[in-house]
């Protein structure tokens, strides 16, 4: 149903969002420690929708992957944004992936719908 160059990109760049993080919340080489409050905001604004789009590509449901992108869009885009150029502008690059990727995904599934029913009219 989803092409193998689709899912790549998917996963990839949700696996980024997860190392990203990690990185954020542990070895940040541009604020040092991170508070406890910061770890857990990271969590559950980047790591559970990291997770979640994971879970879509294991389950191919659509509505998981609009979930997390809904749920991740304000903390990447302040990432993303906030200070130009940085390491954290990935996260607004993976973002746009996952959009791209979602785009794909509901223009492939309607154009499969259309010749589906194309089909059945003959």
């Given amino acids: 149903m989803y092409n193998q160059r689709l899912t790549c990109w998917?996963?990839?760049?949700?696996i980024l969002v997860i190392?990203?993080?990690l990185i954020f919340m542990f070895l940040n080489p541009y604020d040092g420690a991170v508070s406890v409050s910061t770890k857990w905001i990271c969590v559950t604004l980047l790591?559970?929708?990291a997770l979640s789009g994971i879970l879509f590509w294991?389950?191919?449901?659509r509505i998981?992957?609009?979930i997390s992108l809904i749920w991740?869009?304000?903390?990447?885009?302040?990432?993303g944004l906030a200070?130009?150029?940085?390491?954290?502008?990935?996260?607004?690059?993976?973002?746009?992936?996952?959009?791209?990727?979602?785009v794909r995904i509901s223009k492939?599934?309607?154009?499969?719908?259309i010749k589906k029913t194309n089909l059945n009219r003959y």
């Fill in 47 to 49: 790591l559970l929708p």
């Fill in 58 to 61: 294991l389950s191919k449901q």
């Fill in 83 to 102: 200070s130009i150029p940085s390491l954290w502008n990935l996260f607004l690059v993976t973002f746009l992936i996952n959009l791209y990727v979602l």
């Fill in 10 to 14: 998917g996963m990839g760049s949700f």
């Fill in 72 to 79: 991740v869009f304000p903390y990447s885009f302040y990432l």
């Fill in 108 to 113: 492939k599934t309607n154009a499969v719908n």
């Fill in 19 to 21: 190392l990203l993080t």
């Fill in 64 to 66: 998981l992957l609009m």
